[in-house]
Structure formats: C-alpha cells, structure tokens
C-alpha cells in the first residue's frame, strides 16, 4: 500500500508545479457583466463574487484544475469544491465551466488516493496540511454528485475517480473505530491521537474526525455537523455505485455505513435542554460529554438544511437554530453593523460572513434573508469582497485579505434567495426519520 501511494505521488509530482493564468470563463464573465441591481452596492459585489472562483482557478498541465483558497498558495478539498459550487448553475450550457468543473472533481479523486487523511494539497499533489477533516472526504463526493445531476454528464465517474471514493469510504470506514483500527496521529492532538488520549471516545456507529472544518482541533471527536455531511454524502456515493459503477457490494457499504452514522447521531448527538427542548450537540464523544455551540465553517449544525440533510422546519433543527443565534452560543455574537455567528478559529467577537450566508439560506422568513443582505453589504470594507470574518462594529478590521469561499457562497445566495434561481441540492435523506417527524 506504501509502495502505492508513492508511486502515485510521484506520479503526480512530475508534473511542475507552475501556476498557470487564471481561468477566463466566458459565461461567467457573461452572467457578471450582465448582472444589474437597482442597488450599486450589491451590483458590484456580486460581480466581484462571482468572478472570485475563475479568478483563483488555473488548469494544470495533467488536465486537471485545481483551485486555491485565496491568499494562501494551497488548495482545500473543502474549500474547493465549495469555491466551484456556483458555477454548477452553467456548466449544463457551457463546456468551458464543465471542464473547470471536471478538472476539481478529477483532482480531488487524485488527493483522496495520495492521502485521504489530508485536507489541503499543493499545485504539485503535495500535503499542505494532514489535518483529518470528516468534510474533506464528503465534499468531493458531494461535488461530483451534484455535478453529475446537474449536467447529466456521468464522464466523472472514471476509473481513478472510483479508487478516489474507495479510499473515502475505507477512511470512513476504519474511523469508525479509531482506537482500534487507526494509526492516524497529529502533533496538534492530544496524545497524537492515539488511544489513550485523554479525551477517549466510545463506539457510536459515527466517524472519528480529529479536527472541525475551522481547522481546530476537536475537543470531542465525533463532530455532529461533519456527521451529518457524511450522512448525505454515503446517501450520494451509495446511488452512484449502485446506477454508475453498477457495483452493488460497495453501495451496500456505503448505505450500510450512512445508517450506522444516522444512528449515531440520534442516539447520541441529540441532547435534552431545559430552554430549547432537543438540539443538536456540536461535539459528543459517546460517553456522555458534549459541546453546545456553533462554528462559522460549513458544515455547522446552522447549515444542517443547505447540506440536505434535514429541513428548515425540522424539530430538532428549529430548536437548534434558537439556540445557536442565541447568546446561548458561545460563538454568536452581536454588533452595530451585523450579527452572527463566529469561530475559535479567529479573533473573540468577530462574525463570519459564511455563518451569515448560511442564515439566510436556511431561513423561512423573508424579512431575515433581506437583513443578512445589507448586513454583508454593509460589512463590505471597501474592496468590495467578502473577507472571512470581521469585527462587528468595525468592518475594517477582518481577517484574511483574499478568501474565495464566502464570496462563493455569496454569489449563490444571491442567484437562489434573491432572483428565483433554483437551489442546487446536495443529496437526499427522505428515507431517514428524525426526532419529531
């Protein structure tokens, strides 16, 4: 297995590993240019974040497409696939956006193989960071999935794709029971990771993760939201096995695997509050601790509904949300020009426009999406970008100068709440039942 994965890497290192010109696509730049508010302001943010993603996106000399973060020379699995989501909208019409997209769907099979306990990588397939990230084997399938039902288009699905997903699930499925079947380890853990850490975890049927999608280490490692996106993404590769690959054993894995996690989760990552009635638990550990709160970074517990695993009238959902844009959360916090949620992950006070998106996306009232609107534009600091996070009462003062996902996901925000484009899904979990249904 060794010998595998250095032959792969080697393989992919001999490609050099020079970024190309950023990626002019012309439906895009189209769509952009084409694009008129009575408002100036959301005008031209939304061109601006619309471009953002061909703007950090380049074709590799292996006919990928790899698509870094912004001011930081790597690619997320996350964050690419989230930074793509857009142009999901075009890439039935247009070939060009069809090809970027099949280039990232193709690349990230190729991460997964190299090492699916990674959750960023270079131009050249070298590890950015090992950080195990339950997401970062989520979103690739998730992506590839929706591109596939999207377009139509099945020429994804190719063989190294198929060992790509392999490697997803085997990951899934040894950290199911991490003590004994994982040798995974991290300096920033504690105990490295190891079995002995002094925060153990019992057995649920959920997946060990060792860190959240901010990055941060998990102070309980069965991380609910990461769950639920787990749970949407086995549903996904279970029917692409099944209708693509025609390979019923591993669709039976992954489904099997999907109602393990799904159990899990409503036997232990649903906790009785006092005020709230059933929330869910942002972190368990299956031994009876539990963190009640929210991060900014998707998937959140917030963002439960956008990932497509829940519905925005859910019970335990709508008592979760109460609880989360509440000062109940320890990360929620308020200001004279917003007000969200924020992360461990940056400075004490400062709200998230990715936290604020989700908000909108998820909501049933109106009134809510057109205030989180001017509240992102009011954040804007001048350049028109949406930053990763930034102090409330003074949007001059964020965090990282050039962060393509937010201004991704407000593009899509736009395109969906605000003039009648049809929200792409994520997966479906009809068949699952869920307290209070």
């Known amino acids: ?71 930081i020379p790597a690619e997320w ?78 020429s994804v699905f190719t063989g190294d794709e198929s060992l790509g997903f392999d490697k997803a699930l085997e990951t899934m499925e040894r950290e199911q029971d991490h003590a004994h079947n994982s040798r995974y380890t991290h300096r920033e853990l504690h105990n490295r990771g190891g079995a002995r850490t002094p925060n153990p975890v019992a057995y649920t049927g959920m997946i060990w993760t060792g860190f959240r999608p901010s990055d941060d280490a998990c102070v309980y490692n069965y991380l609910i939201p990461s769950e639920m996106m787990a749970v949407v993404a086995l549903g996904d590769l279970a029917e692409i096995e099944r209708t693509v690959y025609r390979n019923l054993i591993k669709s039976d894995r992954a489904a099997t695997l999907r109602s393990e996690v799904q159990n899990g989760i409503q036997e ?29 970074n998707i998937p959140s517990l917030l963002s439960a509904p956008y990932l497509g695993y829940t519905t925005d009238d859910a019970f335990v959902y709508r008592n979760t949300r109460r609880f989360l844009l509440s000062k109940k959360n320890p990360y929620y916090y308020a200001g004279s020009v917003a007000r969200g949620i924020g992360s461990a992950h940056t400075s004490d006070g400062y709200v998230w426009p990715l936290a604020m998106l989700i908000q909108g996306l998820t909501t049933t009232s109106s009134a809510q999406r057109k205030s989180v609107l001017s509240e992102l534009l009011a954040s804007d600091p001048g350049d028109h970008l949406l930053h990763e996070s930034f102090d409330p009462n003074d949007p001059k003062r964020f965090s990282r100068k050039d962060f393509g996902w937010p201004n991704a996901l407000f593009s899509e925000y736009v395109l969906t709440q605000f003039d009648g484009v049809p929200e792409l899904p994520m997966g479906n979990t009809s068949d699952l039942e869920f307290r209070g249904d």
């Not at 250095?6 to 190309?20: G, K, N």
């Not at 302001?41 to 993603?53: I, K, V």
């Not at 638990?281 to 299956?286: C, L, P, Q």
Request: proline share 4%; hydrophobic share 45%; with cysteine.
């Open 77 to 154: 699995l996350r964050d690419a696939s989230a930074q793509v989501r857009p142009y999901l909208f075009f890439a039935k019409q247009d070939m060009q956006v069809s090809s970027l997209l099949r280039g990232i769907i193709a690349r990230e099979g190729k991460y997964l193989q190299v090492d699916p306990y990674a959750n960023a990588f270079t131009l050249d397939y070298r590890v950015w960071e090992e950080k195990f990230e339950l997401d970062s084997l989520a979103y690739p399938i998730i992506l590839a999935w929706d591109y596939w039902k999207a377009t139509g288009d099945e």
């Open 1 to 71: 297995m060794r010998l595998l994965l250095a032959a792969l890497l080697a393989a992919a290192c001999a490609f050099p590993a020079v970024p190309a010109p950023a990626i002019e696509l012309q439906a895009v730049a189209q769509a952009a240019q084409q694009y008129h508010n009575a408002d100036p302001h959301l005008q031209a943010m939304f061109r601006a974040a619309l471009l953002n993603t061909s703007r950090q996106a380049t074709f590799a000399s292996d006919g990928t497409a790899y698509v870094k973060t912004g001011d």
């Open 268 to 296: 232990f990552g649903e906790v009785f509050t006092p005020n709230y009635g059933y929330i869910y638990a942002y972190e368990v550990d299956g031994l009876g601790n539990k963190i009640l709160m929210d991060d900014a």
